[in-house]
């Protein structure tokens, strides 16, 4: 990975908040009162609104891009990108977690 791209990957990462900044620090105690009980020190914790705004955001690409196929008989990819676009930063901004959206896109 080159030099530019890493620096704004952690960039981003950082600015998603305190609980990324302890991760990436190697401090993984969750000893902000997020740790659930659980003493496993493993794991990133994140709110249930985020979580159930991913499966709608995934479910809202999922449904258009196959209405875009089965009803105005084009790729479903077409119907995905425009979805992406309309829900995405430039229209709606509804992507719920972009840093996590953007290193999904990173792995493949």
């Known amino acids: ?3 530019k791209l890493e620096e ?5 990462l950082a600015s998603a908040g305190p609980a990324v ?10 000893e902000d009162g997020d740790s659930h009980g659980d003493d496993s020190g493993f794991g ?3 709110p249930y609104e985020d979580l159930y ?5 995934f479910v809202a690409i999922y449904a258009v891009g196959s209405f875009t196929q089965k009803f105005l008989k084009m790729p ?3 119907g995905e990108i425009f979805t992406g676009i309309v829900l995405g930063p430039p229209v ?3 992507v719920p977690n972009p840093v996590a959206f953007v290193m999904l ?3 493949g």
């Open 53 to 57: 705004a991913s499966i709608i955001f």
């Open 76 to 78: 479903s990819l077409v």
């Open 21 to 30: 900044t302890r991760i990436l620090a190697g401090d993984v105690s969750g």
């Open 44 to 46: 990133v914790h994140i």
């Open 92 to 94: 709606a901004n509804f």
């Open 105 to 107: 896109g990173e792995i």
């Open 8 to 12: 704004n990957v952690y960039q981003a």
């Open 1 to 3: 990975m080159s030099r």
